[in-house]
C-alpha cells in the first residue's frame, strides 16, 4: 500500500518510529517462496526514503510517489538472504539475514567479526583461519546472537566495534573496547585493550529502538511512550570531547547515560570522532561535541555543522538551515544528512568525501551536485568517502578512490561523484542491479542488491571482499559476497 503522509505531528511521529523499530518489514511472500522485505539502514532510514504509514503503508516522507520502477526492498531470490547491511570505516562489514542472525567478514583485529571458532582452512587467513586470525575473508556468524532486527557497525583501521539490536529492545555489542564502547558495566566503565569477540548486553540501557556505533563510543535511542513522549538517547564510551552529551565525567569515557536532550524525541543517532548527532522526529538535527575550527590546522576542524563559543560543547543544539532531514551517516570528521531527497555534507575534506568538488574543509552543512541522479533516499559513510543511492536503485560515490572503492571502475583521483558500475544480479544475467542499501568501508563498498545479494569492490587485502580470499589487489568489478 502507497499512500500521503499524514500531516499531523502525532501522525508523522509514529509513522517514523513504526519504520525505526525493525531491522525489516516483511511485505509480502509468493507463491514461489520469494520473500519481500523493505530494508531499514544501520541508521533508520527505510532504503526507498519513506517512512511507514500507520496503517501498515509505505509512504514518501517528502510527500512525493516513489519510483515506481523500483520498490526499494529486497525480495529474497538467494539464500541465505540479506535483509540488511553495515560498515562505517576501517575494514570489516556486517550483513543481517533474514533468520534474523548476523554475518561479518573483514577485519577482526578486535574481535569485531564476532568469531569465536576457527574458521575453515578456506577462510582466507594465511594459517588456515580461527577467531584469533586478524581477519576473515569468509563472513562468518556472530555467536550466540540471535532475534536481531538492526545492525550498526564502525572501525577505524584494522580496529573496529560492532552492535546489534534485538527484539526485545536490548542491545549487545563486540569488538573493540579501548574506551568502555562496548558499553560492558553499568556503574563503573569497563575498557581494556583485547579483542571481544562474543557479543555482551549493553548494561545499564534501557530498552532501544535502535543502535548507532560511532568509532570509539555509541548511542542508543529509547522507545516512544504512549503519550508522544520519551524517546531519548543514551550514549557510552569515549566523552574525550564530551560526545556523550551529559557534559564532563569524572573520567574521558563513561557508561551508557542519558544525553541531555530538551527535545527527547529523537529517532536515531550518528557521530564522527569527536562529536555527536541527533535526529529529531521533526527532521531537525542536533549536534554537541568538538567544536574546534582551526584556521590552520585541517585536522583540528570539528564536524559540529554550527557557531559555538565553547569548545567542547556539551549541549545538544539544533544546526541551522538543516532541516526535514530522514537520515545521518558520519565517518571520522565529516558528516552528511539525506533531506527532502537532497545529500548534505560538512566537516574535513582531505579526500573529498564532503562532495564540494574540491579538499577545500566544510564548515556547515553544504549540497552534494549528484547529476543524473534521481531523489536520493539511502546513504552511507566511511572516514575517506561517502556513498549515496537515488530511488531508481543506482549507486554513488566520492572521496578517495586508491583502491577503486567508489566503484568507477578505475582507481583514478575524482573530486566529484561517480556513478557505481558493474552491478549485476545473478538471476538476471547481464543486467544493472538495483541497489537498497550501500555500506562503506575504507577502501571497500559493498552494495545489497534487490534480490538479497551483497557485491563489494575495492581493496581486499583483509578479506573486505567476503568472497573466501584475501589478496593485496584493487578490485575495480563488484564481486558478490559468498555467505
Known sequence: MTSTLHNSPAARRAALLALLTAGTISVACSDTNDVTVGSIDDAGAAADGGVVDVDGGVVDVDGGA?????????????????TALSASGGGHACALLSDKSVRCWGSNASGQLGAETPMPADAGAPDGGGSGAPSSA????VADLTDVTQISVSGRSSAGTSCARRSDGSVACWGANTSGQLGRGADRVVFDADAHTSASRVQGLPPATRVDV??????????????????????WGDNSALQLGRGYLPR????????????HRVVAGAGTGRVGFALRDDG??????GGDWHELNSAQRDALGRETSFSPDEEPREIPDLHHATRLVAGEGHACALAQGSVWCWGRNATGAVGNSSRIDVFSPSPVSLM??????EMAASNLTTCAVDQRGRAYCWGDNTRGQLGSGDAELTLIPVLVAGLELETKGATDARVVQIATMDQTTCALLEDGSVQCWGDNSAGQL??????????????RVVF
Open 252 to 263: 574521558p569515557i563513561g557508561v551508557a547515560g542519558p544525553v541531555n536532550l530538551r527535545y
Open 284 to 289: 531537525d538535527v542536533l549536534s554537541w561535541g
Open 138 to 141: 569468509t563472513p562468518v556468524t
Open 66 to 82: 516513489p519510483s515506481p520502477s523500483f520498490s526499494g526492498e529486497v525480495t529474497c531470490k538467494v539464500s541465505p538472504c540479506v
Open 372 to 377: 543524473g541522479a534521481e531523489a536520493i533516499r
Open 466 to 479: 567476503g568472497v573466501g580470499t584475501k589478496d593485496d589487489a584493487s578490485h575495480y568489478r563488484p564481486e
Open 214 to 235: 560511532a568509532g570509539t563510543f555509541a548511542c542508543a535511542t529509547g522507545e516512544l511512550g504512549p503519550d508522544g513522549e520519551g524517546a531519548g538517547m543514551h550514549c
